[in-house]
């Protein structure tokens, strides 16, 4: 597609052509970035202030599937527990959501 639009600009002796194709190629980046990118943007920028609210005590799933309850947070890591007397420290970014959120959605529905 990109070589069909260059190859368009090429000069075919009329002065105009030149522009239309580079505000083509100007269009195609702006709707690569309306449609693509900055919604890629909301999206991360949403599951960071989720992260950054997570408090101890609260029941989350993490991205493996791991159901628990944060016993500690650090910069980096969380202190989840799976059971009683069972602990495990994983890494911040794979929480993946609160139970809040499971039992909204019904992603958690057993059948």
């Known amino acids: 597609m990109l070589y069909t639009i260059l ?5 075919s002796g009329a002065g105009g052509a030149g522009w239309s194709s580079m505000l083509m190629i100007i269009l195609i980046i702006a709707i690569f970035y309306f449609f693509m990118i900055a919604p890629q943007q909301k999206k991360q920028k949403k599951i960071n202030a989720f992260r950054d609210s997570l408090q101890k005590g609260d029941k989350v799933m993490t991205a ?11 910069d980096n890591y969380v202190m ?3 059971d009683n ?5 994983i890494d911040k970014n794979s929480i993946y ?6 039992v909204e959605t019904g992603s958690d529905v057993k059948k």
């Open 97 to 102: 959501q609160s139970m809040q959120d499971v």
């Open 64 to 74: 493996g599937g791991i159901y628990g309850r944060i016993r500690e947070i650090k």
């Open 7 to 11: 190859l368009q600009a090429a000069p």
């Open 85 to 89: 007397n069972v602990t495990i420290k």
């Open 80 to 82: 989840l527990e799976i």
